[in-house]
């Protein structure tokens, strides 16, 4: 079992960056796929960004060429780097860790995305 714990949301300008990050604990990090979800209100979850523990990566369309996922196993935190954020990346960003079909979620991170 893995706690995650996000970190590195709030209020940016349309255009602006910010990066995300999730800590793990409790377990071997390095053997987990690890994903973001986000969820905007009155909208399902979605997946925006996933990396398997061999480092292969797929996002959603919608953020593809603007949002970089990486982990960091040395230091159990993977990352969600996102650039040129608009307003529909508004949303709570949550952290996802998979493993032999158990799945673990982080409490979220609200990212807000307005002028």
């Known amino acids: 079992q893995v706690q995650l714990v996000e970190s590195g949301g709030g209020l940016v300008q349309p255009g602006g960056s910010l990066r995300l990050s999730c800590a793990g604990s409790?377990?071997?990090?390095?053997?987990?796929?690890m994903a973001w979800y986000r969820q905007a209100p009155g909208k399902q979850r979605e997946l925006v960004a996933r990396?398997?523990?061999?480092?292969?990566?797929n996002y959603a369309d919608s953020v593809k060429g603007r949002f970089t996922i990486s982990r960091d196993n040395a230091k159990n935190t993977v990352y969600l780097q996102m650039n040129s954020l608009n307003a529909e990346d508004t949303a709570l960003y949550y952290c996802?860790?998979?493993?032999?079909?158990?799945?673990?979620w982080g409490q979220g991170t609200q990212v807000t995305v307005s002028s």
């Open positions: 990396m398997t523990r061999g480092g292969s990566t």
């Open positions: 996802n860790a998979v493993l032999m079909g158990s799945s673990f």
């Open positions: 409790g377990s071997t990090f390095s053997v987990y796929t």
